[in-house]
């Protein structure tokens, strides 16, 4: 019978440690609570797996001083790994920046072949004419088929703010936009035989019975619309021209920009001109 003491193994009774003493891992020394007593493990050096033939594995577990120091030597500047410490939040940065904000700005210039090409003034402004829808205007006479040599014929148009104006409408494309204003200024007629025109500066004065001549715009016929006359179709083409101001007003990337034109609209009306025959009677006994 092998007998081992507790002198032989190396081993001295130790002060049994409370569970408040006791590391957080226990430190090898496992308190019972029942007994309130440290139970120890005891190994013999001399038996196969004791302490002795553990201690290479340990060896070998334990970094070496040189590796130690160049893994700390291959991290970057100012790690952890260094012995240094980060720089706090704000602090210069080597590239002269703050930690956190931006070193610098770029601004970014598209290629030209992306930047739409700036659209002209002029050819918006001829968009808001188009949407404007400008009218013709709405021939109104005297007479209804049939007009006589002599007799005054008066002229106008439909008055109102469709007739008239003004009007207006806007063209945007962009950075651009043009607001295009219309108005009315006058009514040119022709009347069918050569030379045989009349400018009204307004719509003229609509007729309602008066024998006289118009005030502001009227014709006197002094021909027959004869056949030969009127290239065999009896009738004289009467064609007013409504004479419209345009002008616009925007801006073009910025720019104040203007401008103005003239927009003539038409509209036609064939009239039969005769003549009054008169017979005289010179009466007789």
Same mark, same amino acid.
Do not use: H, N
């Given at each position: 019978?092998?007998? !081992?003491?507790?002198?032989?193994?190396?081993?001295?009774?130790?002060?049994?440690?409370? &569970?408040?003493?006791?590391?957080?891992?226990?430190?090898?020394?496992?308190?019972?609570?029942?007994?309130?007593?440290?139970?120890?493990?005891?190994?013999?050096?001399?038996?196969?797996?004791?302490?002795?033939?553990?201690?290479?594995?340990?060896?070998?577990?334990?970094?070496?001083?040189?590796?130690?120091?160049?893994?700390?030597?291959?991290?970057?500047?100012?790690?952890?790994?260094?012995?240094?410490?980060?720089?706090?939040?704000?602090?210069?940065?080597?590239?002269?920046?703050?930690?956190?904000?931006?070193?610098?700005?770029?601004?970014?210039?598209?290629?030209?072949?992306?930047?739409?090409?700036? !659209?002209?003034?002029? $050819?918006? &402004?001829?968009?808001?004419?188009?949407?404007?829808?400008?009218?013709?205007?709405?021939?109104?006479?005297?007479?209804?088929?049939?007009?006589?040599?002599?007799?005054? $014929?008066?002229?106008?148009?439909?008055?109102?703010?469709?007739?008239?104006?003004?009007?207006?409408?806007? &063209?945007?494309?962009?950075?651009?936009?043009?607001?295009?204003?219309?108005?009315?200024?006058? !009514?040119?007629?022709?009347?069918?035989?050569?030379?045989?025109?009349?400018?009204?500066?307004?719509?003229?004065?609509?007729?309602?019975?008066?024998?006289?001549?118009?005030?502001?715009?009227?014709?006197?016929?002094?021909?027959?619309?004869?056949?030969?006359?009127?290239?065999?179709?009896?009738?004289?083409? $009467?064609?007013?021209?409504?004479?419209?101001?345009?002008?616009?007003?925007?801006?073009?990337?910025?720019?104040?920009?203007?401008?103005?034109?003239?927009?003539?609209?038409?509209?036609?009306?064939?009239?039969?001109?005769?003549?009054?025959?008169?017979?005289?009677?010179?009466?007789?006994?």
């Amino acid at each position: 019978m092998l007998t !081992v003491s507790l002198l032989a193994l190396g081993l001295a009774v130790l002060p049994v440690p409370t &569970a408040a003493d006791a590391p957080p891992d226990g430190g090898g020394c496992k308190v019972v609570d029942g007994a309130g007593r440290c139970l120890i493990e005891a190994a013999d050096p001399a038996r196969p797996g004791g302490p002795r033939a553990r201690e290479p594995e340990r060896e070998r577990e334990r970094p070496s001083p040189g590796r130690r120091d160049q893994d700390r030597s291959s991290a970057p500047p100012g790690s952890s790994a260094q012995g240094g410490q980060a720089p706090p939040a704000g602090a210069p940065q080597p590239d002269g920046g703050e930690a956190g904000e931006p070193v610098g700005e770029v601004e970014f210039t598209p290629p030209q072949d992306l930047v739409p090409p700036a !659209v002209s003034p002029t $050819v918006l &402004a001829q968009r808001a004419i188009e949407t404007l829808d400008l009218p013709a205007p709405a021939v109104r006479m005297s007479v209804s088929d049939l007009a006589f040599v002599g007799v005054p $014929v008066w002229l106008w148009i439909d008055p109102g703010p469709q007739g008239t104006g003004p009007l207006s409408a806007t &063209a945007t494309a962009g950075a651009s936009q043009v607001t295009a204003t219309a108005r009315l200024v006058a !009514v040119e007629w022709t009347m069918g035989p050569p030379g045989a025109e009349v400018r009204c500066p307004g719509t003229g004065t609509p007729w309602t019975g008066q024998p006289e001549p118009s005030p502001d715009c009227g014709y006197t016929y002094e021909l027959r619309s004869l056949p030969e006359r009127t290239g065999g179709t009896g009738r004289w083409p $009467v064609v007013a021209t409504g004479i419209w101001q345009v002008d616009w007003t925007g801006a073009s990337g910025g720019t104040p920009v203007s401008g103005g034109q003239t927009v003539l609209l038409t509209a036609e009306q064939p009239l039969a001109v005769g003549e009054v025959q008169v017979l005289v009677d010179g009466g007789g006994g």
